[in-house]
C-alpha cells in the first residue's frame, strides 16, 4: 500500500473497523455521562477510528492535533528499500534512528513533549472536560508514556507498540500520581547504559 498511498491517507481495514467499534464500547462505558476532550491524529485511521467509536457527540470536544501524527517515515515507494530502512532502524535502535527523509523516534519524542506542555496548560481551563481522550499511533502512545513518566531510552526500547484499537489508561491513583492501567508487553529486558537504568 505504501506504494500507492501515502501513510496519512492510508484507510481503516473492515478488521480495523471492528476493533475501533469494540473499544469504542468500552470507552463510552468508561466514560459513561461525563465530557472528554478528545486530541486526535490528522490521519485518516485515526479519524476513522474516533468516528467508529460512537462517542455521544454532546459530550466530547474534538482538536485535530497533528503532533500526535505518526512517525514519518519519508517518502518511499520502494519495498526494498523500506525493508532495509527497517533493517537498519532495528540494528541502531527505533529512538535515534532517522529515517532517510524522514523522523526519528527523538523527534517525535520532541513534538509529543510539546503537545504534553500544551496538554498542561489545557488542564488550566475551569471548563475543561475531567476525561481526556487520545486517538494515536502506537509509538507516539508509547513516546507520550516516556515523556509522562521520565521513562529512559533503553525502557522505551524495551516495549513492543499496542496492538490494533488497543487502549491504555493513566488512572489517578490516592496518592495523586498517575499509573498505567496494564504496562506495555516488553520483547526483550531493558540495557541502560548507566546509572540512569
Not at 514519518?72 to 527497517?86: A, F, M, T
Not at 472536560?129 to 533503553?154: E, S
Request: negative net charge; proline residues 5%.
Amino acid at each position: 500500500m505504501y506504494e500507492r498511498v501515502p501513510d496519512h491517507a492510508l484507510a481503516l481495514t473492515e478488521r480495523g473497523r471492528r476493533q475501533a467499534e469494540a473499544t469504542g464500547e468500552k470507552l463510552r462505558e468508561l466514560f459513561g455521562d461525563e465530557r472528554v476532550s478528545v486530541y486526535v491524529s490528522p490521519y485518516r485511521r485515526t479519524h476513522e477510528t474516533l468516528r467508529a467509536f460512537h462517542l455521544d457527540a454532546g459530550l466530547i470536544r474534538v482538536r485535530e492535533e497533528p503532533r500526535l501524527r505518526e512517525q514519518d517515515w519519508g517518502n518511499w515507494q520502494d519495498r526494498d528499500e523500506v525493508r532495509l530502512q527497517k533493517a537498519y532502524r532495528d540494528a541502531y535502535g527505533h529512538f535515534f534512528y532517522r529515517f532517510a527523509q524522514g523522523e526519528s523516534g527523538a523527534d517525535v519524542y520532541d513534538r509529543v513533549g510539546g503537545f504534553l506542555e500544551s496538554l498542561f496548560r489545557s488542564f488550566e481551563d475551569p471548563d475543561h472536560p475531567p476525561n481526556v481522550l487520545i486517538v494515536t499511533h502506537g509509538l507516539a502512545m508509547r513516546l507520550f508514556c516516556m515523556r509522562w513518566f521520565h521513562w529512559t531510552v533503553a525502557e522505551f526500547e524495551s516495549l513492543s507498540n499496542p496492538g490494533n484499537g488497543e487502549v491504555r489508561m493513566l488512572v489517578l491513583g490516592d496518592d495523586g500520581k498517575y499509573t498505567l492501567d496494564r504496562p506495555f508487553d516488553r520483547w526483550r529486558d531493558p540495557e541502560p547504559y548507566g546509572i540512569s537504568g
